[in-house]
């Protein structure tokens, strides 16, 4: 069985803060996918980013960055100078290796972040 | 490039009653997702349609059911309501075996069962 682990259940920093939002997963595939996405008030989910298990290059995407430990199984997700229109729940998720057949995305319970001006 | 919609946003139901929720997918996309979100957890994962057909299916009983059409929108159908329904209703579309198959979500239905 796979489970996404997101212990913070809510963060709330002040802007122009560093933010990082864990997230810890367990699968018995060797193959796999991880996965961030954003929930505004609005609630569509926002896609973020996707890893690949095989790839443990960290990766930044302007003051996103992610990274992936495979040693730890942890996907931890950090928002660094974060600004108001980062407040969201931020979502975890992992979806196993298919090979075309059909697999849903497991997520955690989510971290509720709030930037406070 | 069009994006995920979902129809209708809100929807009120009673207990017993059925209910369906539509979707269209992004274009381009020929797989659609659905997933419960209750008040405060994560996603659920629903089931999964390709090419028509159910091709994946999470925990949940066979009063929830679905389609998927020729041109890949879908209806996620839910019979016999209960109370504990009430949950954000997401649709995601993606494509499948092209390697990056990363889903994309719709803004949501919210159904409330009185």
């Known amino acids: 069985a796979q489970k996404v682990t997101q212990a913070q259940t809510e963060i709330s920093v002040v802007e122009k803060e560093d933010v990082t939002l864990d997230c810890v997963y367990e699968?018995?595939?060797?193959?796999?996918?991880l996965f961030w996405y954003k929930q505004p008030p609005s609630g569509e989910l926002v896609f973020l980013i996707r890893?690949?298990?095989?790839?443990?290059q960290n990766e930044i995407s302007g003051r996103y960055s992610w990274n992936f430990q495979k040693s730890t199984s942890s996907f931890n997700f950090t928002i660094t100078a974060s600004q108001v229109v980062d407040s969201a729940v931020y979502f975890c998720a992992l979806r196993r290796y298919s090979g075309g057949g059909a697999d849903g995305l497991t997520f955690g319970k989510g971290t509720h972040l709030i930037i406070q001006p | 490039e069009t994006g995920v919609t979902q129809s209708p946003t809100h929807l009120i139901k009673t207990r017993g009653q059925q209910v369906t929720l539509r979707c269209s997918s992004q274009?381009?996309?020929?797989?659609v997702s659905w997933y419960q979100q209750a008040l405060g957890q994560g996603p659920q994962f629903i089931f999964q349609y390709y090419r028509e057909e159910e091709n994946g299916r999470g925990n949940f009983p066979p009063r929830f059911s679905g389609l998927q059409f020729p041109n890949y929108s879908s209806e996620l159908n839910v019979n016999a309501l209960e109370l504990d329904d009430s949950a954000l209703y997401l649709c995601?579309?993606?494509?499948?075996?092209?390697?990056?198959?990363?889903?994309?979500f719709g803004p949501g239905t919210r159904l409330t069962v009185l």
């Open positions: 995601a579309s993606s494509l499948a075996n092209s390697g990056t198959d990363t889903q994309y």
């Open positions: 890893r690949n298990s095989f790839d443990e």
């Open positions: 699968t018995r595939d060797t193959t796999y996918y």
């Open positions: 274009s381009g996309h020929n797989t």
